[in-house]
C-alpha cells in the first residue's frame, strides 16, 4: 500500500467508527498532536491514547463531526491532507499532516481552525 492509499484508510476507518480498523495502521509508539486550547487537545502517544483522549471526547462538543479529504499531497515521507471539516454549527477547512515509517503513521498534527471549533461547540451548548 503506498503512503496515500495508508493515509485513505486512515480517513476511511475514522470516519466508520472502526477505532481497531484506524489503530493498526499506526506504529505503537504513534505520536498523535492536536493544536490549540480544545477539550481534546494536547499530544497523545499512541493510537489506544489518540482514541481515549481525543477521539472519544470530539462527539461531546461537535455534533455531526465529520472531516472529508478534498486533496492528499505527499513528500518523501510525510503526506498532506487539505480537508473539509463539519458538524453542527461548523463548516471549515483545514490540513493535517502524517509522517509514514514502514507502512505505518508514525506521526499526526491537525493544524484546524480552533476558533472556529471552539465556537461551534459553545453554540451547541
Not at 486550547?37 to 463531526?65: D, R, W
Not at 471552539?118 to 451547541?124: E, R, S
Request: a negative charge; hydrophobic letters at 40%; aromatic letters at 14%.
Amino acid at each position: 500500500m503506498s503512503n496515500i492509499q495508508l493515509i485513505e484508510k486512515v480517513y476511511e476507518t475514522f470516519s466508520a467508527g472502526d477505532m481497531d480498523g484506524w489503530a493498526s495502521l499506526h506504529t505503537s509508539d504513534f505520536e498523535f498532536k492536536y493544536l490549540g486550547n480544545l477539550p481534546f487537545s494536547g499530544t497523545f502517544v499512541g493510537p489506544q491514547n489518540a482514541i481515549n483522549e481525543c477521539f472519544s471526547n470530539i462527539p461531546k462538543y461537535l455534533e455531526n463531526f465529520l472531516v472529508t479529504p478534498m486533496r492528499i499531497f505527499e513528500c518523501e515521507d510525510t503526506v498532506f491532507v487539505h480537508i473539509h471539516m463539519t458538524a453542527t454549527n461548523l463548516d471549515t477547512e483545514a490540513m493535517h499532516m502524517f509522517v509514514v515509517n514502514e507502512g505505518r503513521v508514525k506521526k499526526f498534527q491537525g493544524f484546524d481552525n480552533t476558533g472556529l471549533m471552539t465556537k461551534a461547540f459553545i453554540n451547541n451548548n
